[in-house]
């Protein structure tokens, strides 16, 4: 069964002060990775895109990597607004394109 | 550029009362979806539509309805509500293109007494 684990569940973070999400899976033949945050009240919102392992995409403090295994997404030196739950999600093994989410890194940064 | 929206965002429901929970795109996407979000568990897909007409079951159908009105449109709806349908409930739509995201509504909160 395709699975997609995040860890860890929460992480309270000082301003400036760097720390990385994982996303793990388990599904065969990645057909992409997706990162998305979501902030609370709201709907989930795209970040990044990995088309394949060894593909990095930044995006202002954000940083994302794959392996064939899992994926990381590094903050450097984050600020307050970068406060939000970080979603990872992969499509499942079928002809339609449908997602499988993790359930979130909730990211608390403090000032 | 409104996106996905989503009809209402806010709902109190009864044990047994029915409802529709409307959805709508404007960004000419053939595929939507159903999600539900649930505490701890992440987003769990419910129904989707690859196209105008095709609708499909996901992971968590049972106790829901959904009708593709026209390319824009995909309702939720649910029959006859159950306290385990309390959740916040999210409709996405995607592009064609290989690799295309979803793009998100900001959700529907249901509460079922």
């Known amino acids: 069964e395709d699975q997609v684990t995040q860890s860890p569940e929460a992480l309270r973070l000082q301003e400036g002060e760097s720390s990385s999400l994982n996303c793990s899976y388990t599904?065969?033949?990645?057909?992409?990775l997706f990162w998305y945050r979501q902030d609370p009240g709201k709907g989930p919102e795209f970040l990044f895109t990995l088309y394949s392992a060894g593909e990095e995409k930044e995006k202002e403090r954000l940083k994302a990597t794959l392996t064939k295994k899992e994926s990381f997404l590094h903050i450097t030196a984050p600020k307050p607004e970068d406060s939000a739950t970080y979603l990872c999600a992969v499509p499942v093994r079928s002809n339609d394109y449908k997602l499988s989410f993790g359930a979130g890194t909730t990211v608390t940064v403090r000032a | 550029n409104a996106g996905v929206t989503q009809t209402p965002k806010f709902q109190v429901l009864k044990t047994g009362q029915s409802m529709t929970l409307q959805c709508a795109q404007d960004m000419n996407h053939n595929s939507m979806y159903w999600y539900r979000q649930d505490p701890g568990m992440g987003l769990r897909l419910i129904y989707y539509?690859?196209?105008?007409?095709?609708?499909d079951k996901g992971e968590v159908p049972n106790g829901y309805n959904v009708s593709r009105l026209n390319k824009r449109e995909f309702s939720l709806r649910l029959e006859s509500a159950a306290p385990s349908q309390t959740s916040v409930y999210f409709c996405a739509s995607r592009g064609d293109r290989d690799y295309s995201p979803l793009h998100f509504g900001n959700g529907t909160r249901l509460t079922v007494t």
């Open positions: 539509s690859a196209s105008e007409g095709t609708t």
């Open positions: 599904v065969s033949g990645l057909r992409g």
